[in-house]
């Protein structure tokens, strides 16, 4: 969508938005720490967020990529930076159409500052000497395709600041008339560059309205983090700094916390002025660092840490393409992103009922971008081996991983790409870690609710005043013993329904052949229900190729080929179930009685494939999509 739309809706509901500035880091590490940050600020309900683009184009390749996954791994409306000096035409068209086949429609239209170590930019053969040659260009080439902003300068552009009061004046209203021009060439919305004087904000906008410009423009906020970067930063984008303000900082400049509380409580005043006087939203320079941002938002009251908005129980990918997506399997619930990945070329999504979209149209394992999320770069291979064990001995160290990871004393495990567990585990957490010391290594799971407002904290979601449902889930791994005795107890319980498949595609179910189950729903006002998470088998059958692989290429190869850590990893990769159950009645039913039940208590033999005596059967093969 549109930011200027999605502004203007927010404008009718008389609800301050707030967006989120990242810029590309330097180092591999630095962006997949980029990605968990978005991730975790995207959670709050941004408007958009948009990324820079490196001085004459230095950081184009990166700064694409990252847009792309922002906006369909991460899940945020975006808005890419893109400046056109020292860029020829066929650089910006191939920027422009990238961008509009990631599904991305916001571009930030800018000059462009000359490249490090270069006094002045160079002028393209062609034209593109300013930003309104860039909007002109677009506006040309892409019609419609793109919501365009601009930037302004409340001080005027630091180019034609100068100390003459009179020149100053003309210099200044230049800049006005010029934004009035970007404006008129069919850009639709202005960010402002950063200000420490909320009185030169207020008159910057009032001279623009005066020379007829309607359109929204957003203050640039950067919370003071450091005393260096901010005189940094003020002294070559020559803003002013109130002497008070300047007094304050010079006060504390040596004591790194105080600088940082203090630029909380200013932009903190700064926003509340701001949104005071009408301002519809605010943007946020973060520097790619959250907490000072997300501090000032949660004093205004925009973000509440306790409470994210949540349309539904997952992210969904603001993607045309997505937009019809409303149901997913809850297997990869805990690794959005390799779903968004593996189902990124299916041309429908599930929507209502969970429709024909199924296996074997996944994408396949090839593409091990996300499975490398804790064993990719030697950092985080660091990390995950301080959590898993710099090497194993037995299955009982490995048991000991998932206790510590139900429990939160670790905070990765190679099935989750999140940081922690969710807030609704906390009603089931002891039972988690509980079934973990029994050895059945869980990877999934969710409590049953019975109609819990749509607004509660820890399973709300959706709008107000509805009621959501779950059925309680757990997703674990099981030695095959394990799994005999427990399917004896299962199948004590009418109301539990469960899957179970080794590596080698050996199954056992009591699930009806291609029945689809709705574990999470919702009731609203005026609306139809709404069942956005199912356990589909035939997505299960997909599922455990991964969910399986993620032993080996992620744990595994943290360790030596042929060490006895990396063939404990393999033996319970190659011959332990992984199993999917769920009690079907969320109103009385005790899952997790039933599977922390004593081994002993039943334990027919089972026979070599995995079916058992009391009727399972195996899960049936996916059906076959034609061509
Ligand atoms: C919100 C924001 C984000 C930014 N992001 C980036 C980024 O990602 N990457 C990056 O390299 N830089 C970025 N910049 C910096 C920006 O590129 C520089 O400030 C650059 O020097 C000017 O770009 P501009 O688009 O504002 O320029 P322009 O709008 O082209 O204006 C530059 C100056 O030239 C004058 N001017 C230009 N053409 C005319 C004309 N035809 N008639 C009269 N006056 C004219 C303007 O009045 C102004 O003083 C950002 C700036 C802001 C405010
Ligand atoms: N508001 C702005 O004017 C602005 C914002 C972003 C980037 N930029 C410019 O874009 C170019 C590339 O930037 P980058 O993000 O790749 O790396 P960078 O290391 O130059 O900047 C890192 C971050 O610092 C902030 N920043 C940098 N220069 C700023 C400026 N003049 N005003 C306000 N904030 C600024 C931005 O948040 C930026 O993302 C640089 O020339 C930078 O100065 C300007
Ligand atoms: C996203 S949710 C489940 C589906 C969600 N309730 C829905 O309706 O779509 C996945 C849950 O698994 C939990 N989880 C993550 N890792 C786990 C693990 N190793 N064992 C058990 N639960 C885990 C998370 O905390 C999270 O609550």
Known sequence: MKIIDKMNASIKEGKP?????????????????????????????????????????????????IAAKMQNMVCVETMMHLTCTNMPEEKLRDALDKLKGYGIQNVL?????????????????????????????????????????????????????????????????????????????????????????????????????????????????????????????????????PPRIAADLEAIKDNEEAVKAYGIELGTKTCRALLDAGVPGLHLYTLNLEASALAILENL????????????????????????????????????????TRTADWDSFPAGRWGNARSPAYGTLSDYQFMRRHSGSEKRR???????????????????????????????????????????TGKIQERLVALNRSDLLTINSQPAVNGAPSSDPHVGWGAGNGYVYQKAYVEFFCSPASFRAL????????????????????????????AVNAV?????????????????????????????????????????????????????????????VVDNDYVRGDLFSVLEAPAAAAAPSANGNGASANGSHAIAEPERLAA
């Open 301 to 340: 009251g925009l973000v509440n840490k306790a409470q994210r908005p949540r349309p539904l129980p997952w992210r969904k990918a603001p993607s045309h393409k997505r937009l019809a997506e409303e149901v997913r399997p809850i297997h990869w619930s805990n690794r959005p992103k390799a779903y968004l």
């Open 382 to 424: 660091e990390k995950a081996r301080a959590a898993w064990g710099a090497s194993l001995n037995s299955v009982a160290d490995v048991v000991n991983v998932f206790v510590k990871y139900t429990s939160g004393e670790i905070n990765v495990l190679p099935w989750s790409e999140m940081d922690s567990l969710q807030h609704e």
């Open 109 to 241: 239209a800018l000059r462009g500052d000359p490249p490090k170590g270069q006094e002045s930019f160079t002028v393209v053969e062609g034209g593109f000497a300013c930003a309104l040659d860039l909007v002109k260009y677009i506006r040309a080439h892409y019609g419609d395709t793109f919501g365009i902003c601009v930037a302004g300068y409340p001080e005027a552009h630091p180019d034609v600041i100068v100390d003459d009061p009179e020149r100053m004046k003309e210099n200044y209203w230049k800049d006005v008339h010029y934004l009035k021009e970007k404006i008129d060439a069919g850009a639709d919305l202005v960010i402002t560059q950063l200000f420490y004087d909320v009185e030169r904000y207020f008159q910057f906008v009032k001279d623009c309205r005066s020379v007829g410009i309607t359109a929204p423009i957003i203050p640039g906020v950067m919370p003071i983090m450091t005393y260096g970067g901010f005189k940094r930063m003020t002294g070559f984008c020559k803003t002013s700094v």
């Open 520 to 580: 999470t729903w919702g009731v609203f006002p005026a609306r139809e229900v709404i069942q956005p998470t199912v356990v589909d088998p035939q997505s299960f059958l997909v599922w455990k190729d991964e969910a399986f692989a993620l032993w080996t290429e992620e744990w595994g190869s943290l360790y030596a080929p042929g060490s006895r850590s990396r063939a404990v990893i393999e033996d319970i990769a190659g011959s332990w179930y992984l199993v999917s």
């Open 17 to 65: 938005f707030f967006s989120f500035e990242f810029f590309p880091p330097r180092t591999e590490e630095g962006v997949e720490n980029l990605f968990d940050r978005q991730d975790r600020m995207a959670s709050y309900g941004p408007t958009f967020c948009d990324i820079t683009w490196g001085a004459g184009g230095s950081t184009a390749d990166l700064t694409l990529d």
């Open 487 to 514: 399917e004896a107890r299962l199948a004590c319980v009418p109301s539990i329904t469960y899957m179970a498949v080794n590596a080698a595609g050996q199954s056992a179910t009591n699930v009806p052949a291609g």
